[in-house]
């Protein structure tokens, strides 16, 4: 046999092995019974939902990522953070997108969000381009989902197949998203709580955490780790430990009210790019919130970190099944909630 064509076939039976591997690794659906849509993996979605009634779906939402980001690579990690607050609040059904209207007060301004979540624009240029191709066939949360997808890969993150066919809800509640989205100052099992209301568990909290791998936070989120850690008039001792980033992050964040909603990155080392760079801060010690650093402090947990930062295969992996497990929370499909014409409003 030619040694070309005995090269690329060993070589396409390892990329066939790997890639069987990491499906493999998906659960299949199921439906856990929390509440009546469930939670988990729902199995009426489909990774083939819109083959025939919408087929350049998926290019139009990688096409309209990819504008964004070219114009500011800040708008991956919105995007991605976009699809997770979808889901934490009555599940992914596309409310946070919402406006507030007569009837209900939405997520947008909540405590959360205000002044802090975005792409909200750029999931409705999406869907004006499908809208184009396919009316009334794709809901805004089956956009939110795919464009968070498309946003990890632009960033040199994993690929994983979406599955597809939640609908959107008619409501949305600032009450729940204040309540039920984790807080940057909560400890660990309040945090951890809250994941397992959902279906999720530990090892979701802490791969999912892995996002913050790339994006910013705003200084007042952490700057009480730089000059009164939990009252003591001093800078948290593990980030003083490191007089070059503490410093950096006090000349960008000054002690002073002004300067709380100036950003810094959550990775310094790589803030927008999609790897497990995160994990090695959190061994070194130098998270930078304390929702990000807190993992250290379980065995369970800890133990993971360390794994992601050995192991970034391992790493992009576990985000994919996380991920399409977090995307399943509560969704509604068949005829329940409706498709938007406009992400914005309901009708």
């Given at each position: 046999?030619?040694?070309?064509?005995?090269?690329?076939?060993?070589?396409?039976?390892?990329?066939?092995?790997?890639?069987?591997?990491?499906?493999?690794?998906?659960p299949?659906?199921?439906?856990?019974?929390?509440?009546?849509?469930?939670?988990?993996?729902?199995?009426?979605?489909?990774?083939?939902?819109?083959?025939r009634?919408?087929?350049?779906?998926?290019?139009?939402?990688?096409?309209g990522?990819?504008?964004?980001?070219?114009?500011?690579?800040?708008?991956?990690?919105?995007?991605?953070?976009?699809?997770?607050?979808?889901c934490?609040?009555?599940?992914?059904?596309?409310?946070i997108?919402?406006?507030?209207?007569?009837?209900?007060?939405?997520?947008?301004?909540?405590?959360?969000?205000?002044?802090?979540?975005?792409?909200?624009?750029?999931?409705?240029?999406?869907k004006?381009?499908?809208?184009?191709?396919?009316?009334?066939?794709?809901?805004?949360?089956?956009?939110?989902?795919?464009?968070?997808r498309?946003?990890?890969?632009?960033?040199?993150?994993?690929?994983?197949?979406?599955?597809?066919?939640?609908?959107?809800?008619?409501t949305?509640?600032?009450?729940a998203?204040?309540?039920?989205?984790?807080?940057?100052?909560?400890?660990?099992?309040?945090?951890t709580?809250?994941?397992?209301?959902?279906?999720?568990?530990?090892?979701?909290?802490?791969?999912?955490?892995?996002?913050?791998?790339?994006?910013?936070?705003?200084?007042?989120?952490?700057k009480?780790?730089?000059?009164?850690?939990?009252?003591?008039?001093?800078?948290?001792?593990?980030?003083?430990?490191?007089?070059?980033?503490?410093?950096?992050?006090?000349?960008?964040?000054?002690?002073?009210?002004?300067?709380?909603?100036?950003?810094?990155?959550?990775?310094?080392?790589?803030?927008?790019?999609?790897?497990?760079?995160?994990?090695?801060?959190?061994?070194?010690?130098?998270?930078?919130?304390?929702?990000?650093?807190?993992?250290?402090?379980?065995?369970t947990?800890?133990?993971?970190?360390?794994?992601?930062?050995?192991?970034?295969?391992?790493?992009?992996?576990?985000?994919?099944i996380?991920?399409?497990?977090?995307?399943?929370?509560?969704?509604?499909?068949?005829?329940?909630?409706?498709?938007?014409?406009?992400?914005?409003?309901?009708?």
């Amino acid at each position: 046999m030619d040694r070309k064509i005995f090269s690329f076939i060993t070589h396409l039976a390892f990329f066939t092995l790997l890639f069987n591997d990491f499906v493999s690794s998906f659960p299949s659906g199921y439906n856990n019974g929390h509440g009546p849509h469930g939670y988990g993996l729902v199995s009426n979605l489909d990774y083939r939902f819109y083959d025939r009634s919408c087929p350049r779906l998926q290019m139009i939402v990688k096409t309209g990522v990819w504008k964004a980001f070219k114009d500011d690579s800040r708008i991956a990690a919105s995007l991605l953070r976009l699809h997770f607050h979808d889901c934490f609040v009555n599940g992914c059904d596309g409310s946070i997108l919402l406006e507030d209207s007569e009837d209900f007060k939405g997520e947008k301004n909540a405590l959360p969000n205000r002044n802090s979540v975005r792409g909200f624009e750029v999931i409705e240029d999406i869907k004006s381009d499908i809208e184009s191709s396919c009316p009334l066939t794709v809901s805004c949360a089956d956009i939110v989902a795919l464009a968070a997808r498309e946003a990890v890969v632009l960033t040199g993150g994993p690929f994983w197949p979406v599955p597809l066919g939640r609908r959107d809800s008619l409501t949305a509640s600032e009450q729940a998203a204040n309540t039920n989205l984790p807080s940057p100052f909560e400890p660990l099992a309040n945090i951890t709580a809250k994941f397992v209301s959902l279906g999720l568990d530990l090892k979701d909290v802490v791969v999912l955490s892995g996002a913050h791998t790339i994006g910013f936070a705003q200084c007042f989120t952490f700057k009480h780790r730089l000059f009164n850690f939990k009252g003591s008039g001093q800078p948290d001792p593990n980030l003083a430990a490191s007089s070059a980033l503490i410093s950096k992050l006090k000349n960008t964040c000054p002690n002073v009210d002004s300067s709380d909603s100036k950003l810094a990155a959550l990775d310094a080392a790589s803030a927008v790019k999609f790897d497990n760079a995160y994990y090695v801060n959190l061994m070194n010690n130098v998270g930078l919130l304390d929702s990000d650093q807190t993992l250290m402090t379980d065995s369970t947990a800890a133990a993971l970190v360390k794994s992601y930062s050995e192991n970034s295969y391992l790493f992009s992996r576990d985000f994919a099944i996380s991920m399409v497990k977090m995307g399943n929370i509560g969704v509604m499909t068949g005829s329940d909630g409706v498709i938007r014409a406009k992400c914005g409003f309901p009708g």
